[in-house]
């Protein structure tokens, strides 16, 4: 059974969490692989395993949570993601999406001309492009981020569509859908989830720069006297949300964009940053985009797309704030804050301290031996459980074993069904954090496990 004695923590300040570990992590509990790696993988592609799918769902589920459940003044929407190519002539997207690139006629590289200090030369030693005396680059050259595809059998003039580079657009084409049928005045908001697409070309850093993505987007209409209170407003609810799922606080803050950093179309943004192992680094864009976008396509559609209120008169074109937050980068944050090491009566455990709302299973039941009856009472309390919260049934090899796997996959209860179990119904009760068991009645599991999930959470990486 578990030694429940001290808890040693390994993991300090001067022992942070490396992204290889989060990495490597990730592959061997499949939560993440390199994407077609039997033909050797594709790069800033990636794969989500079982444990990656169920995580990446609860964090998708939340935020809708947050967005729709909570609130009454936001609609949902799920739009294409290959839409009419004047969306993006009138997003601005086909014009000024794009990063100046410089080439390198020696190693053929390419390289952000803006950030060759983060580039690799390709010869060896390595430097930064430029720094050889062989290296030989290129005027710079603006290179659209969008991803190309034609329409139809024949790649013939007017076919070329593309790839949304953010699900935002779509919001905006349905503006004059929702003010139809949803029978909202501003201040209200609609909200969508799905991928997006850019052909980045700085990329690494596993799952925070990738070339799909998904993004958790809402546009929030407002009358335009109320755009920087509505924006003020969003950024402290958007640091809430990840707050309460966890993240630290002092690993979040909230950075302002200076005006030389500001997209085409934004008046004010700020940034929420996590301290990744990278450094400090964008979770999510909380952006005032004005009336931009909706005027934009007023003029290229011809169509009006403003409130008009019908009892007073009154018209205008709402503003827009935008909080627009990654779903894959927001995974990352999530694993990187729970990670920790630590080490019990000299045995080391790695464990994912995640909120138990997020955990992509809730419970796991552990038959203590694979006999003397205990697998089929251990099988009767799992398919109970698993009808009320996502649970795991595992009966192979030692127990330890079985715990420490539960623990990387940051499982934040289990179940044991001992030789007490099938005298009396009781079970212990396993806390992922404190390894505290305690004897409870298998009649009493699941209400016992709802009631827990429902309590408030703070990282043990705080204390
Ligand atoms: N509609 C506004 C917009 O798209 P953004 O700051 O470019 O704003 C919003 O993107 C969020 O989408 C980012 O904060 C980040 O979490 C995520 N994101 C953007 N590009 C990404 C990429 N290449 N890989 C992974 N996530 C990305």
């Known amino acids: 059974m578990e030694q429940t004695g001290t808890i040693h923590r390994l993991m300090s300040a001067t022992d942070p969490v490396t992204m290889d570990k989060i990495v490597s992590l990730c592959k061997r509990r499949g939560f993440v692989f390199p994407s077609s790696e039997i033909y050797g993988g594709l790069g800033s592609s ?117 790839l949304r580079p953010e699900t935002a657009q779509g919001i905006f084409l349905n503006f004059k859908n929702y003010m ?102 964008e979770l999510e864009g909380i952006a005032n985009r004005g009336d931009f976008d909706l005027t934009q396509h007023a003029e290229f559609s011809g169509q009006k797309l403003e409130y008009v209120d019908t009892a007073t008169g009154e018209r205008y074109v709402p503003h827009v704030i935008e909080p627009a937050a990654g779903a894959d980068r927001g995974m990352l944050a999530f694993l990187v804050d729970a990670y920790d090491e630590d080490e019990i009566e000299g045995e080391r455990r790695t464990v994912l301290r995640l909120h138990p709302v997020l955990a992509p299973v809730k419970v796991a039941v552990l038959p203590l031996v694979r006999k003397d009856g205990q697998p089929e009472l251990a099988r009767e309390v799992y398919l109970e459980l698993r009808d009320r919260v996502q649970a795991d049934y595992d009966e192979g090899g030692a127990i330890g074993r079985r715990y420490r796997r539960q623990d990387e996959i940051g499982t934040p209860w289990a179940v044991t069904i001992d030789h007490q179990s099938l005298e009396d119904r009781t079970v212990t009760l396993r806390d992922r954090d404190t390894l505290k068991q305690v004897r409870i009645a298998i009649g009493n599991l699941a209400d016992a496990l709802e009631e827990r999930l429902r309590e408030p959470w703070r990282s043990p990486k705080l204390d």
């Open 180 to 281: 139809q049928f949803a029978r909202k005045k501003p201040p209200f908001g609609i909200a969508q989830v799905g991928k997006s697409f850019r052909n980045e070309i700085t990329t690494g850093n596993f799952i925070f720069r990738t070339r799909e993505f998904e993004q958790m987007e809402m546009e929030f209409f407002v009358p335009p006297d109320q755009a920087a209170e509505w924006h003020q407003h969003w950024l402290a609810e958007r640091m809430r949300w990840w707050t309460g799922l966890g993240l630290r606080p002092d690993h979040l803050r909230l950075r302002a964009h200076g005006a030389d950093e500001l997209s085409h179309y934004s008046s004010a943004t700020s940034d929420v940053e996590y301290l990744f192992p990278i450094g400090w680094s």
């Open 46 to 162: 990636y794969d989500y395993g079982h444990y990656g799918v169920l995580l990446k769902n609860n964090i998708r589920a939340q935020w809708w949570r947050a967005m729709l459940q909570e609130r009454e003044d936001i609609v949902a929407l799920d739009s294409a993601i290959i839409q009419h190519p004047t969306t993006w002539r009138a997003s601005g997207h086909l014009e000024g999406f794009t990063d100046p690139l410089v080439d390198c006629r020696t190693c053929k590289l390419r390289f952000r001309a803006d950030k060759l200090e983060d580039g690799h030369c390709g010869r060896k030693p390595s430097k930064h492009p430029g720094e050889t005396p062989d290296c030989d680059l290129t005027e710079a050259r603006d290179f659209n981020l969008m991803f190309e595809t034609t329409v139809g059998p024949v790649r013939e003039e007017g076919a070329t569509v593309y």
